[in-house]
C-alpha cells in the first residue's frame, strides 16, 4: 500500500511524546559532551549527525595539552564552525594555577581559539579573591565563562548549603552557568554515591538553598543519572559530561523516544491527549 503524502521528516507525522526541544542556540536544555581525544575525523562525523543537540564541547582534564597544535587548532575551528562553545577541561585551568600561570594560561586558551572557560577547584584548594579574579580575567577577554563547584573526592565534599553560597556567588560575579561536579564517570563524586545514585536528600538541600536551579549544569554521565534529572526537572534540564556517543541516545530520552522518558508521557497523559486530536475533541 502506497503512502499518498511523503514526509520528509518523522516529526512531520510522530509528536514527541515530551515536545519539541527548543533549536539552537538555545538558553536552556543545554548538553555539554566531554571529549577524551576524539580524531578529526570523529569529531567531524560526530557535529555532521549531532551538530543540532551539542551547545558545548569539552577537551576533557588536560588532553588539550597533549594534542599536535596544528590538529588542535584545526579542531577547535572545526567544532566552531557549527555554533558549538568548546573549551578545554577545568582540571587543565587548575594545574595553570598551582604553577602561578592563570594569565598565561586564559592568553593562549584565547590564542588557540577556544570560546569558553571552565573554572574550577574540584582537586585543588582555590582561594575565593583568585576564583574571581579567573572568572574576571576570563570575562574581560570575552569568554564564556563556566564554573564548577563540587569536589572529585567525596571525602572532601561540601554541603548542599556550601555549594549554594558558591554557586550565588559565582553567578554574582558574572559565570554563565555553574556546573555541578559528577567526573566522567559518575561514581563517587559530587552528590553521586559509590553506585553512581544521586543522593535525593543532598540534592532538595540544595535546591532548597538556589534561586534558579535552570542556571546550573548537572554532570551527568550516566544514563539513569540522566533519566532522573530529566524526569525531575524536564526534558530542559542542562546535562554535562555526555560521552559523545550517547548524545543521540540522550536526545531521545529528553523528547520521550525512549522507553523510561515514554512511561513518563503515557502516565502524565500524553496519549489520551493525542486520542482526543484525532477524534477531534481538542
Known amino acids: 500500500m502506497s503512502c499518498p503524502v511523503r514526509s520528509r521528516t518523522w516529526k512531520d507525522i510522530l509528536n ?6 527548543q533549536a539552537k542556540p538555545r538558553e536552556q536544555g543545554l548538553t555539554m559532551i566531554i571529549d577524551k581525544g576524539l580524531g578529526l575525523g570523529e569529531t567531524r562525523d560526530l557535529l555532521h549527525l549531532c551538530d543540532p543537540y551539542i551547545d558545548f564541547w569539552k577537551l576533557g582534564f588536560g588532553t588539550s595539552a597533549l594534542y599536535l597544535p596544528e590538529i588542535l587548532e584545526e579542531k577547535i575551528q572545526l567544532v566552531k ?16 594555577i598551582l604553577q602561578n600561570k592563570l594569565k598565561e594560561y586564559l592568553y593562549m586558551a584565547k590564542e588557540l581559539g577556544f570560546t569558553a572557560i571552565e573554572i574550577s577547584d574540584g582537586t585543588i584548594p ?8 579567573a572568572i574576571a580575567l576570563a570575562a574581560s577577554l570575552d569568554f564564556l565563562v563556566l564554573t564548577e563547584v563540587g569536589k572529585k573526592d567525596r571525602t572532601q565534599r561540601r554541603t548542599p548549603a556550601q555549594l549554594a553560597r558558591q554557586i550565588k556567588n559565582d553567578l554574582a560575579r558574572g559565570a554563565y552557568r555553574v556546573i555541578l561536579e559528577g567526573r566522567d564517570s559518575g561514581i563517587n563524586a559530587g552528590i553521586y554515591d559509590e553506585r553512581g545514585c544521586l543522593s535525593g536528600r543532598e540534592l532538595e538541600e540544595l535546591l532548597a538553598c538556589l534561586d534558579d536551579p535552570r542556571l546550573l549544569i548537572w554532570e551527568a554521565p550516566l544514563k539513569s ?9 524536564g ?23 525512549r522507553s523510561d522518558t515514554l512511561q513518563s508521557a503515557i502516565r502524565n497523559g500524553f496519549f489520551d491527549r493525542e486520542q482526543k486530536k484525532l477524534a477531534g475533541l481538542t
Do not use: H, M
Open 16 to 21: 514527541f511524546p515530551l515536545g519539541v526541544r
Open 81 to 96: 564552525s557549527f555554533g558549538i562553545q568548546i573549551y578545554p577541561g577545568g582540571t587543565f585551568l587548575e594545574v595553570a
Open 126 to 133: 582555590l582561594q575565593a579573591e583568585v576564583r574571581e579574579k
Open 225 to 233: 543519572q540522566q533519566q532522573e534529572l530529566i524526569l525531575k526537572f
Open 235 to 257: 526534558p530542559d534540564v542542562n546535562l554535562g559530561n555526555i560521552p559523545p556517543q550517547e548524545v543521540l541516545s540522550l536526545e531521545a530520552l529528553r523528547v520521550g523516544l
